[in-house]
C-alpha cells in the first residue's frame, strides 16, 4: 500500500466530447468517495482553462441522481477545451493553483494532446516537489491512443455509425434501382477508425450487405478505383453505400478535401470528402443519382444509440484512475486490456502518459480486405465486443434528459490570471 | 354494410420511405386477414413499378414474426418508387393487371403525388365498371398533405431531429467559448414542418435552450438578419445551434441553395442549405468556428429515435384503409383526426384523394414567433404527442435486427409490359 496522501481530488475532460466520456467522471466519483485521504472532489470546468482561471465546481455536493445520470449524458458535463498550455507560465499556474487548492490528485480525461498536458503537468510537480498523482483517462472516438486495447468512447461512436448505415440501408434498398449511390461522411482525422466499424453493418455471412465501400486514410484514393468500384457494386446492388472518413488521402500523402483552416494544434481541419466523392460520381457515371449525409458532432453525441459496454468501460476507466493514485501511482494513464479467453472480458491496466502523450494508434493494415475498402474478420473480432449491450436512457415527454450539474463553484484562493 | 366484394389485396408503398411506413403495411395485413371476402393479400414491388410489371408478392406468406417485425423496421418492405404514370396506356395496363390478378382492394401509402396516382386509378376503374376500392394511406415525414390533423411519418423525424439537437447541444455547450455556430442541416421542401420540429429539443420554461435559430421555407431569409441573430446569440450562449430546412427561400422565393437536378416530378432538387450558412458566417463573423451536419437520409431511417405513437398511428391507418374498403368506401385516403379533448387522442377519418393529391399544407405562420426564427406553444401543443413513447427495436449482437420479406413471388399472368 502507498504511502497515503491527503488533499483533493481535481478531475477534467478535455479534447472533443464522446457519448461516454461522462461515465468517466462518474467512475472518478463513485470511486473517490470511498477513499478519506480523499476530502474534497472537484471538478475543473473546461479543462486546462478552468485550472488557469481558478474556476473550480464541487462535485461531492450534487446529487447522486445527477452523477448517476452522467452514465447516458453526452457532451462533456465540466466543459471541455481544446487550449493548449503555451508558455511556462500557463504551467506554473496550474501548479500553483493546485498548491492553493490542496489537489494532491488529478485526473484528465482526454485523448493524445490531453495526456501530453497531464504529462507536463505531472513533471513539473516532480521537479518542484510538490507531491501530485496524475492519472489520465483515456477518451477518444478516434480510438488512436497507443497502447490501449481500445479507448472509451469508440465503441459508442461505431454503434452509431453501424446503427445509422443499417437503417439507412432499409431505405436505400427500397429506393434504389441500381442508380442510387449513397456518401456517409464520419469523422476521423488520422486513422480509419470510425469508418471502418461501419463494416459491423454486415450481417454476418452477407459480405455483400451495406456498406459496399468503406474508404480509409490508411488506403490511398484513387478516384479511378472508386468510379469502379462503385459501378460494380451498382451492377450488383440496388444501391451502393458508401462510408467516408473525413481525412481521405491521395497516392501523395495529400488530404483529398482539406480546407484551408487549422486547429489549435496546427491539425488540418476537414470536411467535405462527402461531397467531393458526390462530384466525382455524378461526373462520372451517368444516370445515377449520388446523396450524401454528414453525422459531424451528432455521431460522438448519439448516447440513444451508445454502447452500454463502452459507458461501462468508461466508468471503469475513471474508478481504475482513482484507485491507481490511491495506490501511489503517478504520470501513467488507465489503459484498458483485452483478455485472452475466446468470450470478451476487459480489465485495467496503466501506462506512462509518455508513451501515450502524441502517439497515434494507426488501424492495422492487415485488417483491410485487399481489396481495400472492406474490413476483415480480424477488424469484426475486435470491434464487435465494444459495442454490446444498449444504453438505457431516460426519456421524458418523449425525449431523452440528460444530467445538468448544478455547478457550485469552489472560492477561487488567487487573484486571476492573464491567458 | 356495403356490399361484400369477394377479391385480393393489393398493397403499395410510394415515394421516400419514412420510419414507419412498414407498419402501415402490418396494419393492411393484420386487418385484411379478418376479412373472408378477402382471398390473397398481396403486395406490389416498388409501387406503380410492381403493378406495371406485375410484380407481385404474397405477403400472406410471410411469417408473423416478420408481419410484426416491420413495426421497427425502417426504409419500405416492398420497395418504392418515384415513378410516375405518363401516358393512358399505363393507366390502362395497371386495370388490366389488377383484373388479370383480381385486384378488388387497393392501398397505397404515400405522400401527395402518390394519392394523385391512386386517384386516376380509380377514377379510370370507375369509367371502365371495373368494380375497385382504392384507399390511399397517408405517409410523408414532410407532413404536407392536406385534410389529416398530421402525417404518419412526421412524429418519429422530429423525434429523431430533437433527440439529435438535444444530444448535439450537450457537446456544443462543452465545446463552445461563444465561438460556436453549429448548423443542422434537415429535409423539408415545401414546408418547413421538420425545421420546426427541432424546437421541441427546448425544455419547457427554457426558451434559451436549442435550438436557438430554426429557419424556414415560410420565413424568407435575409442574410443581413441571419448574422445578427447569430451574434446575438453568441453574446448570450456559448454556442449558436442553427436548424435549417434544404428548401430555404429568399425574398424573391428563389430557392437560396439549390442545385440545378430536378426529381421525376419536376421538384428541384435541393441541398447545400447548412454549407452556404457556414460560408456565411465565417465570412461575416472573426474567430467564430462554423460545423455543418445534414442528416439526410438517415433522419427518416431513425427508427432508434422513433416514436411508438406515430408507429401505432401508421399501423392504425393501415387497418382503418382496409375497414373502409370492406365497409364499401373508395376513392378516398385515410386522414387521422385529433380529438378535442386536453389529453392527446386520435382517431381516423376520410377524405377524397382528389382533396390530398398534389395539395400542400404549409406550417401555419401563426405557429411561428414574431422573431420569425423560433415556434410558439401551438406548435409545441401540435408536435408534442407526436413524439410520445419510444418505439421498441430489437437488438441482436449490439445492432438492430429489421424484418426481411421472403417475397414469394405471385404467378404473373399477362405478358411483359414495356416501359
Known amino acids: 500500500m502507498a504511502e497515503e496522501l491527503l488533499g483533493n481530488v481535481l478531475v477534467g475532460q478535455s479534447g472533443g466530447p464522446t457519448a461516454v466520456i461522462n461515465s468517466s467522471i462518474e467512475g472518478v466519483v463513485a470511486e473517490a468517495l470511498n477513499h478519506d485521504c480523499i476530502e474534497e472532489i472537484y471538478g475543473t470546468l473546461n479543462g486546462v482553462l478552468g485550472i488557469l482561471n481558478e474556476d473550480f465546481i464541487d462535485l461531492a455536493s450534487e446529487s447522486q441522481q445527477t452523477i448517476r445520470a452522467l452514465r447516458s449524458t453526452p457532451g462533456a458535463a465540466l466543459g471541455t477545451c481544446r487550449y493548449k498550455l503555451k508558455k511556462q507560465e500557463d504551467y506554473e499556474r496550474v501548479l500553483e493553483v493546485f498548491k ?4 494532491r490528485y488529478f485526473f484528465y480525461a482526454g485523448g493524445n494532446d490531453s495526456q501530453d498536458t497531464a504529462d507536463k503537468i505531472s513533471k513539473l510537480a516532480q521537479e518542484q516537489g510538490y507531491e501530485l498523482r ?4 483515456p477518451k477518444t472516438i478516434d480510438n488512436d491512443l497507443p497502447v490501449t486495447d481500445h479507448c472509451p468512447g469508440y465503441g459508442s461512436v461505431i454503434k452509431h455509425v453501424a446503427t445509422t448505415v443499417r437503417q439507412m440501408a ?12 449513397s456518401i456517409l461522411e464520419v469523422m476521423g482525422r488520422n486513422a480509419g477508425w470510425i469508418a471502418a466499424g461501419a463494416s459491423l453493418a454486415k450481417r454476418r455471412d452477407h459480405p455483400h450487405d451495406p456498406p459496399h465501400i468503406i474508404l480509409l486514410p490508411e488506403v490511398a484514393f484513387s478516384a479511378e478505383k472508386f468510379i469502379a468500384d462503385v459501378q460494380r457494386v451498382l451492377k450488383r446492388e440496388k444501391h451502393c453505400f458508401v462510408v467516408v472518413g473525413e481525412g481521405l488521402i491521395d497516392a501523395d500523402g495529400n488530404y483529398v478535401a482539406a480546407a484551408e483552416a487549422t486547429d489549435a494544434f496546427g491539425h488540418a481541419q476537414l470536411g467535405g470528402a462527402a461531397e467531393f466523392l458526390q462530384g466525382l460520381v455524378e461526373a ?12 459531424g458532432i451528432a ?26 493514485a490511491i495506490n501511489g501511482e503517478t504520470d501513467k494513464m488507465v489503459t484498458l486490456l483485452r483478455g485472452e479467453a475466446d468470450h470478451y472480458t476487459v480489465e485495467t491496466g496503466l501506462a506512462p502518459l509518455a508513451d501515450i502523450a502524441n502517439g497515434v494508434k494507426k488501424l492495422p493494415k492487415e485488417w483491410i480486405n485487399e481489396d481495400g475498402i472492406s474490413m476483415n474478420y480480424q477488424f469484426v473480432r475486435f470491434a464487435t465486443p465494444l459495442i454490446q449491450g444498449e444504453t438505457a436512457v431516460p426519456h421524458e415527454n418523449g425525449l431523452p ?19
Do not use: W
Open 100 to 103: 492553493a487548492q490542496n489537489i
Open 134 to 137: 496524475v492519472i489520465g483517462i
Open 170 to 181: 432499409c431505405d436505400h434498398e427500397a429506393m434504389g434501382q441500381g442508380d442510387l449511390v
Open 284 to 295: 462520372n457515371i451517368p444516370a445515377v443519382k449520388a446523396r450524401t449525409a454528414k453525422l
Open 299 to 324: 455521431q460522438r453525441a448519439a448516447v440513444t444509440n451508445g454502447s452500454k459496454t463502452d459507458a461501462d468501460e468508461a466508468f471503469l476507466a475513471g474508478q481504475a484512475a482513482v484507485l491507481a
Open 401 to 419: 434528459v440528460f444530467a445538468k450539474l448544478d455547478k457550485v463553484r469552489v472560492q477561487r484562493q488567487l487573484e486571476s490570471y492573464e491567458l
